[in-house]
Structure formats: structure tokens, C-alpha cells
């Protein structure tokens, strides 16, 4: 996969805030990417620095491998924080001054509007619309252009349910039409249904990063090393114990059967004449940090 966004040892301070320290993450094309953490953890203020808005006090972040970002930006659409638009003005019309800003043209609006379903409305007032429409809205200004990135911030904050699933659906189709997703979201349970990888950030620091599969999930991922990985490998296909073997940096990356602890597979290594050097539970440590992280926010 091609990398799309990397951040190098991003910070950032308010006065005596220091919102995020030495943020570290790689994105690669195609990933729908969640940003997770409770209110303060640095969020915002991480999309507002890749998208421009603000500037890091250090670190660098690159797109598509250039530090330069001006010339990106047709290709990143955005939506930080609410949207914001004219009141009096009809959808069609703040679209258009979208347009103008962006260098887009007009003949993209209907798509947007059919793609945020809100083209029955496009000669309505922005004052008339539900919080849901307006967010909608938000999303399809970020649309013009097409670009090929959509960096969203908390984009179903305040809605109803209705609101949330209709916001979703529209993201889910867009990261299946092919973009590349960042979604910051202090919800589990929106991360889990729309992304692939998460990045945890907790006090400005990134706690965990990886495929929400791994991190999220309930299933027990260990890794293990003995003196014969590949021997191990080729015994444990064979057994009823894994549901996926991944070879990671030296070691195999354990995905386990229901019911099945590292105890037994360590027991098996063993009477395979193999004895494990290397054995770490990565769903412990992570479940309980995100505990934690669950805790303070509640
Ligand atoms: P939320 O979901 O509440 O927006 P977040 O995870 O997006 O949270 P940020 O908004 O990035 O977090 O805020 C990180 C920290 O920086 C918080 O402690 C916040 O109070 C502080 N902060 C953010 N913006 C400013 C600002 N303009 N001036 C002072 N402090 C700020």
C-alpha cells in the first residue's frame, strides 16, 4: 500500500496545554483511518495542523511523500469542526462560494448534493435544515473537487441515531468508492463500524495504532518466536488452535480460536519439541489501557 500521510514527531501547545507531544503516525492510500480518544486527547488540534489550519510547533507531517501542502489540497477534503455557511443563502449558492474557494467547479455541485442526499433541497435556505442535513451538507462541501482524501472531525457529534446511521452510510460508501478516510471520533463503536486501522490518542499521546481488528477486537492476538518459526508456522496451520498466522518482524503474529489462551499454545510449541523464546498477549495490555481511556471519559 502507498503511503499517504506520514507524521514525524508532531507537537503542539496552547499557553500551558501542550495538546499533543510527539505524535507519530503512517497512513497509507485506501485505509479508512479513525483518530480515537476521549475529549481533549488532541484530535482536532492533530486534523487542524495536516489540514493547514494551525501550525505544529514541531515535527513535520508530509502528504503523498512532499512536505509542501499547498499543492495538495485539491486533493484533501475537509471537514473540521461544524461547517460553516450562510444562513440566508440556499444550499446550491454556499456551494458555489465552496467552488469559489476551492478552485472547483459549479457542475460539481448536483453530485455532491445527490451523493449527501440533500439534492431535493439545494434551493433551500442553510436556516431550514435539520443538525443532520447541515452536517450532510458539510460533508458534501468537502466533496467538491473530488478529492481523493476526506478528513473528517467528529462528523455525527449531536446527532440523533437517524442522523448518525445517515452520516455513516454516506462516509462507508466513499471509503468504498475508494478514498482514503481520517475520521476523528471520541466513539468506539463508530470507529469499529467505519474504520480498518485506529490510532488511540490519550493526553496528546498515541497510546496504541494498528487494524482495528486487532486492537479492538475481543479475539486474543499473541505473538510468539522459538528457534523454527516456519516449523512452528507449518504446525499451527495444521492444529485446530489459530484462526491466522501473520509473520511480523521476526516473530508470527497469533490470531486465536475462541476458547484458546496462550497457555495452550505454548503448551502445543512444546510438545512439538518447540520451545517458545518469545510469547506476548497483545489484546491484554491493549484492552486494558483502552479501559482506561473509556473510564476517564465516561
Ligand atoms: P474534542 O473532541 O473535545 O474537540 P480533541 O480530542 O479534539 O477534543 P483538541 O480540541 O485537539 O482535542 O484539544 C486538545 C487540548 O488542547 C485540550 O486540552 C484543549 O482544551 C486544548 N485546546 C484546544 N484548542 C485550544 C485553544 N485554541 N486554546 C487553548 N487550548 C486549546
Known sequence: MKELLSIEGLSKSYKHVQAIKNLNLLISEGQAFGILGPNGSGKTTTLSIITGIIRQDSGSFS????????GHRKSIGSLIESPHFYPYLNLEKNLRIICDIKGASYRDIPRVLEISKLKERSKSRFS??????????GIAAALLADPQVLVLDEPTNGLDPEGIAE???IVIEQVTGGKTLIL???ILSEVEKICSHVAILKKGELLACGPVRELLSEEEIIEVSCRDNQLLKQKLRHSKL???IEP????LVLTLEEGV???????FAFSNN???SHMYSRKRSLESQFLELVKEES
Open 261 to 267: 489462551g496462550a497457555g495452550d499454545i505454548n503448551a
Open 242 to 244: 489459530v484462526r491466522e
Open 167 to 169: 452520516v455513516r452510510e
Open 128 to 137: 431550514t435544515l435539520s443538525l443532520g442535513m447541515k452536517q450532510r451538507l
Open 274 to 276: 518447540l520451545v517458545l
Open 248 to 251: 511480523g518482524n521476526g516473530v
Open 184 to 186: 476523528a471520533s471520541h
Open 63 to 70: 502528504w503523498f511523500g512532499e512536505e509542501s501542502l499547498p
